[in-house]
C-alpha cells in the first residue's frame, strides 16, 4: 500500500482516514488468503497549519503496528528552496517566486523493491499495489513478465493515472 497515495486519493477529508489496511484488504479480496501487508509511507514534520499532523501519525503507525498481517516501511521527506513560475494571464511577462518544496522520496522505491524481491523469493502468488503512481508500472510488469506472478492495482483514486489503467 502506497500510504499517501491511498490517503489523498480516498481517505482525507473523510470519516475513514483511520482505515484498518487489513481489514480494507479482506474486504476487496473475500477470495484471497491475505498473507502479508506492507504499508509504505515518511513520517511528517508538524506545519504551522497542522502542528499536531505528526501525532495523528504516529498514533495511526502504532495502530498499524497492532495488526498482525501489516508492517510499516519507512521512507523519508526532502525539503528544498525552489524557484517556480507563477500563474499569469496570457501575454503578461512570467514571474517567479522562490518557495518551499517537500517531496516524499523513498516510499515507491521501498514498494517496488519489496514487490520485486518478495516475487522473487515466491513469498505470494498474488500480490495487489493500492497506488495510483505509475512509477510502480514497470517492476509491476517486471514481476507479471519475468517472473510469472499476478499483480492486481487497486487504484484509491477517482480520476486513474492514464499509464495504469490499462494495467
Known sequence: ID??????GALRNTPFRWLNPE?????????NTIGQIRYFTALVSARPSDLDQPVRQQLYLRALA????????LG?????EVTMALV?????PHKYAKVVKTE????????ATHLLHDA?????DIAVVISNDSDLL????IVRRELHKQVGILNPHPNPSRDLLPH
Open 88 to 92: 499569469v494571464p496570457p501575454g503578461q
Open 104 to 111: 516524499e522520496k523513498g516510499s515507491d522505491v521501498n514498494l
Open 120 to 124: 522473487h523469493l515466491g513469498r505470494f
Open 66 to 73: 497492532t495488526l498482525p498481517k501489516v508492517s510499516v516501511h
Open 138 to 141: 514497470e517492476p509491476i510488469k
Open 23 to 31: 481489514r480494507l484488504c479482506q474486504l476487496l479480496l473475500p477470495k
Open 76 to 80: 523519508h521527506f526532502l525539503t528544498h
Open 3 to 8: 500510504g499517501f497515495n491511498l490517503y489523498y
